[in-house]
């Protein structure tokens, strides 16, 4: 299986919002709602962002939403923080009973 | 709060089996609505899917690692393993173990995502 496609960095200023794509094909994304989004900072380990492709599990800022349009799905963050620097990982189901990961794209707060 | 610890050895040699122990903790293991599962991340670089088990045994691989990993489960000590065979560099990670909650209400199957982490260990597999 072929690890779903991140852009390798997106950046934006403090208060802009930014979109992180992720794009599969009709056997993972497109085939299925069961996207996930996955924060990570440094050194840390993972934190589940969204799941089913835009819900918030308890917790998570308003400010972090999932959408998708055919295979590609998409993170956006509202109202940049500093804090949202981090590198973050989408997940998807696949037609083989297995999960993939995107590469990973690294946010920056300019 | 369930929580999650791995275990294992930080060294191991090429061709030899890494074995890691992830301890639940703040939950049991037998529940049907939970998955758990082990996910990788080689040095600097993402995330990759190693694969995950229900305690009602199935089990289910990456495709790519499939000849080489099971994934087992001791309910007695509500604990779940990894073993990896004949390692080289390449497996060479910070190894996490993680719990997937699902459910399936009305006919419909529902992911809520890979929840909970452990903090993850390093292996190190020399060349």
């Known amino acids: 299986q072929s690890a779903l496609t991140q852009p390798a960095s997106v950046s934006g200023s403090p208060g802009q919002s930014i979109t992180i794509s992720c794009t599969g094909t009709?056997?993972?994304?497109?085939?299925?709602?069961?996207v996930s989004w996955y924060q990570q900072h440094p050194g840390k380990a993972p934190k589940l962002m969204i799941y089913?492709?835009?819900n918030r599990p308890s917790g998570v800022s308003n400010r972090f939403s999932g959408s998708k349009s055919g295979n590609t799905a998409s993170l956006t963050i509202s109202g940049l923080q500093a804090e949202d620097e981090a590198d973050y990982y989408c997940?998807?189901?696949?037609?083989?009973?297995?999960?993939?990961f995107g590469g990973g794209t690294k946010v920056t707060v300019l | 709060q369930l929580q999650l610890q791995e275990s294992g050895p930080g060294l191991v040699k090429p061709s030899e089996t890494l074995s890691l122990t992830c301890t639940v903790s703040?939950?049991?293991?037998?529940?049907?609505?939970?998955?758990w599962g082990w996910i990788r991340q080689p040095p600097g670089k993402g995330l990759e899917w190693i694969g995950n088990?229900?305690?009602?045994?199935?089990?289910y691989y990456n495709p790519s690692l499939k000849s080489r990993v099971t994934i087992s489960v001791d309910t007695s000590k509500n604990q779940f393993s990894l073993k990896l065979t004949s390692v080289t560099a390449a497996d060479t990670a910070v190894y996490y173990c993680?719990?997937?909650?699902?459910?399936?209400?009305?006919?419909?199957?529902?992911?809520?995502?890979?929840?909970?982490w452990g903090q993850g260990t390093t292996v190190t597999v020399p060349s």
């Open positions: 993680v719990q997937e909650t699902v459910d399936y209400t009305n006919y419909r199957y529902y992911y809520y995502g890979m929840d909970v």
């Open positions: 009709s056997s993972d994304v497109g085939g299925y709602n069961f």
């Open positions: 997940s998807s189901y696949t037609s083989s009973s297995t999960w993939v």
């Open positions: 089913e492709v835009s």
């Open positions: 703040g939950g049991s293991i037998i529940t049907s609505n939970y998955y």
């Open positions: 088990m229900h305690y009602g045994g199935s089990t």
